[in-house]
């Protein structure tokens, strides 16, 4: 079955840009979305279809898909974007979520 | 506003089934795919399958096929997810989500509910 990978963390100081990867084989053959999980919530999403932004989603989230890798990119990092980041793709009508990556904002 | 309001937390023993209900308000419920997807305590998502509600049709994750089932009325604008024959590692929160159009990706999502199995 089709896996991805995503790093367990990765840190940023306040207004920097937080890079987030997720890959996979041909990855970039297929769409990604992420999705924000703050403890104790319900996911949000925050990119679909590789860099569309749901309504409501800060123009600071941004994505990209290319190769084996899609990014999520969070440019200005503020203290409230620190949370649990997941993407997602489809293969063959079936989905699947990577691991999570753990944002530390400090 | 778009809603999905799942039923409350449970408790099962091992072996048991449970039946969880996601009740959608604000759109028009068999227009849009209704995904499942699961958390264990400190883990990460996973996805369980999807259904669409106008239809019926159903697509599990081969994990769960044999085990999971997914179904709806329409008329309460309601979809289900059964998953029996319980073990303790199937403890975890578990989510409906709306499926957006023609991608995979869950638009909005209900609230949760936490299924517990324990002897």
């Known amino acids: 079955s089709y896996e991805v990978t995503q790093p367990p963390s990765v840190s940023v100081s306040p207004g920097q840009t937080a890079s987030i990867t997720c890959s996979g084989d041909k990855l970039g053959e297929k769409y990604a979305s992420w999705y924000q999980q703050r403890p104790g919530q319900s996911p949000i999403l925050v990119i679909y279809e590789d860099y569309k932004r749901p309504s409501g989603i800060p123009e600071r989230f941004s994505g990209s898909n290319s190769g084996n890798t899609a990014t999520l990119t969070i440019s200005g990092t503020q203290a409230v974007d620190e949370a649990d980041y997941y993407c997602?793709?489809?293969?063959?009508?079936?989905?699947?979520f990577g691991g999570g990556t753990k944002l530390t904002v400090l | 506003q778009v809603q999905l309001v799942q039923s409350g937390a449970e408790v099962k023993k091992p072996g048991a089934s449970v039946k969880v209900s996601c009740r959608a308000s604000?759109?028009?419920?068999?227009?849009?795919?209704i995904n499942w997807v699961r958390q264990a305590t400190g883990q990460g998502l996973e996805w369980m399958g999807w259904?669409?509600?106008?239809?019926?049709?159903?697509v599990y994750a081969q994990k769960f096929q044999g085990r999971v089932t997914m179904t709806r009325i329409t008329s309460i604008s309601t979809a289900y997810m059964e998953l029996s024959s319980l073990t303790s590692e199937d403890t975890a929160v578990y989510y409906c989500a709306r499926r957006l159009g023609g991608t995979c990706a869950g638009d909005y999502w209900g609230q949760g509910t936490l299924v517990t199995v324990s002897s």
């Open positions: 604000g759109y028009t419920f068999t227009n849009y795919d």
């Open positions: 259904m669409n509600p106008n239809s019926g049709n159903t």
């Open positions: 997602q793709t489809w293969d063959t009508s079936t989905a699947v």
